[in-house]
Nanobody, 122 residues
Framework: QVQLVESGGGLVQAGGSLRLSCAAS????????RGWFRQAPGKEREFVGA????????VYADSVKGRFTISRDNGKNTVYLQMNSLKPEDTAVYYC???????????????WGQGTQVTVSL
C-alpha cells in the first residue's frame, strides 16, 4: 500500500501562485509515476500532469502547460505542483496519485490522496 497526503491548497487571486505538495509513504517502490488530477464541481476528474519517478520525464495537460510545473524530491519522497498565473477556471480539488505506469489516464493510478482545495478568485 502507498499513502499519499496533499497539502498547500488555499484561496488565491487570479494571477497568483500556489505550490501543492504530495508526500508519499509505504510501498512507494511499487510505483513508477506520480500524477496530479483535479476535479471541479459537477465535472469529471481530469488530468493535470505527471512525472516519471525514475528519470523525471514530465507531461502536462494543454490547459496548464507553461503555467504549472511538477517537480520531485527523491529524498523526501515528495512531489510538488507549482501553479503560476492561476485562473478562476483552475478552481478545483487537486488530487495526487501514484501508479505503476507513467500515464495521463486516471485508471493507471492505483493510489490516491484525499485532495486539497484550490480556489482562484477574480
Amino acid at each position: 500500500q502507498v499513502q499519499l497526503v496533499e497539502s498547500g491548497g488555499g484561496l488565491v487571486q487570479a494571477g497568483g501562485s500556489l505550490r501543492l505538495s504530495c508526500a508519499a509513504s509505504g510501498r512507494t517502490d511499487s510505483t513508477a509515476a506520480r500524477g496530479w488530477f483535479r476535479q471541479a464541481p459537477g465535472k469529471e476528474r481530469e488530468f493535470v500532469g505527471a512525472i516519471r519517478w525514475s528519470g523525471g520525464s514530465r507531461v502536462y495537460a494543454d490547459s496548464v502547460k507553461g503555467r504549472f510545473t511538477i517537480s520531485r524530491d527523491n529524498g523526501k519522497n515528495t512531489v510538488y505542483l507549482q501553479m503560476n498565473s492561476l485562473k478562476p477556471e483552475d478552481t478545483a480539488v487537486y488530487y495526487c496519485a501514484a501508479g505503476l505506469f507513467f500515464s495521463k489516464s486516471r485508471a493507471e493510478y492505483a493510489y490516491w490522496g484525499q485532495g486539497t482545495q484550490v480556489t482562484v478568485s477574480l
